[in-house]
């Protein structure tokens, strides 16, 4: 005979968790655990399992149990706390030594010796038995007793149930509450965005108007200088000191335009960022919404599944209470017939 020794556990992609053991489910109250914690107890349960403690693994793993999509970069930076941790434990275990085939051996002969005792040990076991049978009248008080400890413990379990009803009813409304805000803010957030792009056509015609106002200008001023050089060419000295007056009134005309333009290009471009810092804001609020809604539906699915275990556990203690209660009329009436036999005799 051979000592039996623990198998290495079988490889599986993260695609297929058949072998891995499920997360507990968690009551309300533990569902505000942080998925930090979540990423390091998957973590444990895929190295003890064999499998590679993977990213991707880990994500679908909450994603399935918590309903929550779980950040790369952090489950990535929780992996990297969890082999710190765990590194030099694994480093020591695996430099430990195996098993000697002495020791083995030494087990095996252990375990001949033990089923031999167990062997000789049956006839005595068998008499125990016997004596179990004639204070089994003294067990049923005992057993009465149990029973109206399930019974207790049943009636409990039912106001407990009722409470996690309530509970269920409560997250229900919140859950709609939170919709009905979600839906609130979809439609607050579409009218800014009306609005914002209204605003934007607005200064595009804005700025369109201005830009044909300046070619306007550059067209009078390049007129004005084309004619000015042929009032110059024909008239020569006696009208230089017009023609130097009239470049002068076009030069500051000319950086008037130009001042005035930029003054409300610069108040165009600040409305343009202020609203686009608003829709941003906007945004994250809507995310913000959709993050609670899905909390709280996670949160409805973990007490729905603890109620059916409850409900679950009350049908198992009712079916166990009338096989307890059949067995023992049954043992009644079969001590009451051993009983008669024993006093009148044969007739």
């Not at 306007?216 to 000015?228: A, F, G, I």
Request: net charge negative.
């Amino acid at each position: 005979m051979s000592v039996l020794r623990p198998a290495h556990p079988a490889h599986f992609t993260p695609h297929h968790h058949e072998g891995l053991e499920t997360m507990p489910k968690h009551s309300p109250s533990a569902q505000l655990k942080s998925t930090r914690q979540w990423v390091h107890d998957y973590a444990t349960r895929l190295l003890e399992h064999g499998e590679e403690v993977r990213q991707s693994a880990i994500r679908e793993l909450i994603a399935a149990e918590h309903g929550i999509t779980a950040s790369p970069n952090l489950v990535t930076d929780e992996i990297k706390k969890f082999w710190a941790k765990a590194g030099p434990t694994l480093s020591a275990r695996l430099r430990r030594p195996g098993i000697p085939d002495d020791v083995c051996e030494s087990f095996d002969n252990i375990w001949g010796v033990a089923l031999n005792a167990a062997v000789a040990g049956h006839d005595t076991e068998r008499l125990q038995l016997q004596q179990q049978a004639d204070s089994a009248l003294a067990s049923a008080v005992t057993a009465r007793a149990n029973e109206q400890a399930a019974i207790d413990k049943f009636f409990g379990q039912t106001r407990e149930i009722e409470g996690l009803r309530m509970d269920k009813a409560s997250l229900i409304e919140q859950l709609q509450a939170n919709d009905v805000e979600r839906k609130n803010l979809t439609t607050r957030i579409k009218e800014i965005s009306d609005q914002a792009t209204a605003q934007q056509a607005v200064h595009t015609q804005e700025q369109q108007r201005l830009q044909g106002l300046i070619d306007r200008l550059l067209q009078q001023l390049t007129d004005l200088r084309s004619s000015s050089q042929q009032e110059f060419t024909a008239l020569a000295e006696s009208h230089q000191n017009e023609l130097v007056k009239t470049q002068d009134f076009l030069m500051r005309e000319t950086v008037r335009v130009r001042d005035e333009h930029k003054s409300k290009t610069e108040k165009l471009s600040k409305e343009l960022e202020k609203e686009s810092i608003e829709k941003e804001q906007f945004r994250l609020l809507r995310s913000k919404a959709s993050d609670e809604a899905a909390e709280l539906r996670g949160r409805l699915e973990a007490t729905n599944r603890n109620l059916e275990k409850l409900e679950q556990h009350y049908a198992q203690l009712h079916e166990k209470n009338e096989k307890l209660q059949a067995s023992l009329l049954e043992h009644f009436k079969v001590q009451l017939i051993s009983t008669e036999k024993k006093d009148f005799g044969p007739i």
